[in-house]
């Protein structure tokens, strides 16, 4: 089975190709960096009018990068939500034009879900699971126990991790998208350099919350702002918030999984792996500490790897593939939709 997947739903304009024997055919991706990077964030109608003029040229990149035409495909998979509705409709409507064209069955992916199956893509995991979910929208926890069986065990309460990277990020002049910015600074720097808060921490349940961590750097960037005045930040001192932040928020993120590891086993739930998704599973440090979390557990540790963590077509490809063979199909008049919990996938 060939199935071509479309994500749009953010800032990243991608396609993906994947067959039932795992092996992923084509994956094209166009990010928008440039075009959002004097606004220092992602603006919905710019998003939506770079989809609209890249996705024709990046499907027909795909099909080129697999060798086939839209004749040898057996089904076509686009992201309908959650996420920027001007440019999860453009997807959409793509998609469903290729499958009605086509006479092929369309599937309306739910963006949660796609990065929550990619690791059976990836590294083949078996259900069921333990997700962490972690991305620029997203922070949450969920019992993965098939296609379309989600159980929420906890989120954020506040900001999602993705933000509360791209927000310290943007107070230690990083700039956008602070991530992988904050990460290749905190390189050189000391983790330990700075006490930063970690709310929740030791708390009982596995919700999340950063906005106390968000405030205490706020306010130690300003302290040093009136110090160095016009200087600015000095080197040392952003090398070690980052790495300070950084660990900060891995310890948040192996407490709460921690607790959810707590929470199954007490529930009888047996899971055969930690699974980490999303944009925020590309940082090493919070990859370190969740292996050590999932060796102490004694289950396997599975994180996609990074091109596949951050958004993708393939994984999008790879959700309708998923639930195209068990025999989900959803007709043309398929909504899309801004907000979609995936605990309401079913
Ligand atoms: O999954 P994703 O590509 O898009 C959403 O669906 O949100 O995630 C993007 C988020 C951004 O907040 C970005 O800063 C964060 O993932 N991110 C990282 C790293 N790479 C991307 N955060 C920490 N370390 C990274 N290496
Ligand atoms: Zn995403």
Not at 221 to 232: H, I, R
Not at 317 to 340: H, I, M
């Amino acid at each position: 089975m060939l199935v071509l997947g479309i994500e749009t739903s953010c800032d990243e304009t991608a396609v993906g190709i994947v067959d039932s024997a795992r092996a992923i055919r084509a994956n094209v991706v166009a990010t928008q960096l440039a075009e959002h990077q004097p606004y220092g964030g992602v603006v919905p109608e710019i998003a939506a009018r770079a989809h609209l003029d890249r996705l024709d040229g990046l499907i027909r990149q795909a099909l080129l990068e697999a060798r086939l035409t839209l004749g040898d495909l057996d089904g076509v998979a686009a992201t309908c939500g959650p996420g920027l509705i001007g440019g999860v409709m453009v997807g959409a409507m793509a998609g469903k034009a290729i499958a009605a064209v086509q006479g092929l069955p369309f599937s309306a992916v739910n963006h949660l879900e796609a990065h929550a199956l990619t690791a059976r893509l990836t590294n083949d995991v078996a259900f069921p699971y333990l997700l962490l979910l972690v991305s620029g929208g997203h922070c949450q926890l969920l019992l993965v126990k098939g296609v379309g069986d989600y159980r929420r065990l906890g989120g954020t309460i506040d900001d999602a991790v993705g933000e509360c990277f791209d927000k310290t990020a943007k107070l230690l002049g990083l700039g956008y998208p602070g991530g992988p910015m904050l990460e290749k600074a905190a390189l050189g720097g000391d983790s330990r350099a700075f006490d930063l808060p970690r709310p929740m921490l030791g708390r009982s349940g596995c919700d999340f919350s950063f906005s106390g961590l968000k405030t205490a750097v706020r306010q130690l960037v300003a302290a040093k702002f009136s110090e160095t005045g016009s200087d600015g930040l000095p080197t040392v001192f952003v090398a070690a918030m980052a790495a300070s932040v950084q660990a900060a928020i891995a310890d948040i993120l192996a407490d709460r999984a921690g607790n959810a590891f707590r929470l199954l086993r007490d529930g009888g739930e047996a899971v055969t792996a930690l699974v980490v998704g999303g944009g925020v599973a590309a940082n090493q440090a919070v990859r370190a500490r969740l292996t050590e979390l999932a060796g102490r557990e004694g289950v396997a540790f599975a994180a996609p790897p990074i091109g596949l963590c951050t958004d993708n077509g393939v994984m999008v490809a790879w959700a309708g593939l998923e639930r195209l063979r068990l025999g989900l199909r959803d007709g043309f008049d398929v909504r899309t939709r801004p907000r979609w919990p995936l605990d309401s996938v079913a």
